[in-house]
């Protein structure tokens, strides 16, 4: 367990040098409630790269054996935790985007795609030309 990354996961990685190369600028560092992978400050939108395991992917998501009641209660509490973030966020006035680690792994380019149209439609209206 003590070998298990919060941040800087390989998906991470992935997705921010991918999001760098389109010209999107982010910060990795906000003190903003459930410390967001991803922070883009100009368009007031964060995001957050969610392990499969961790926070109970319905794609990939197979229930442990061992000490099965620990780990259905600390799945389902980082679940219902997501959804508070999510919401508490969201009423702050950010546009919150999730993404799945499957995503990254399995079509980079149109995730990245999908993201920057996302993330650009956040653009202050002053600022669009």
Same mark, same amino acid.
């Given at each position: 367990m003590s070998r298990i990354r919060s941040s800087d996961t390989s998906p991470e990685l992935l997705l921010r040098k991918s999001l760098w190369q389109v010209g999107l =600028?982010?910060? @990795?560092k906000a003190k903003l409630l459930g410390r967001p992978d991803l922070v883009f400050p100009q368009y007031k939108t964060?995001?957050?790269v969610d392990g499969c395991? %961790?926070?109970g992917c319905p794609k990939h998501l197979? %229930?442990?054996?061992? #000490?099965?009641?620990? %780990? =259905?209660?600390?799945? @389902?509490? #980082?679940?219902? =935790? $997501?959804?508070?973030v999510t919401r508490t966020l969201k009423r702050d006035g950010w546009t919150v985007i999730r993404v799945w680690?499957?995503?990254?792994?399995? $079509? @980079?380019v149109r995730c990245v795609s =999908?993201?920057?149209k996302k993330i650009r439609?956040? @653009?202050p209206a002053k600022d669009m030309q």
């Open positions: =600028r982010y910060r @990795l964060v995001i957050f395991y %961790w926070h197979t %229930w442990p054996k061992n #000490n099965a009641a620990f %780990w =259905r209660a600390k799945i @389902l509490e #980082n679940k219902l =935790r $997501d959804a508070t680690e499957h995503e990254i792994r399995q $079509d @980079l =999908r993201l920057a439609a956040g @653009l």
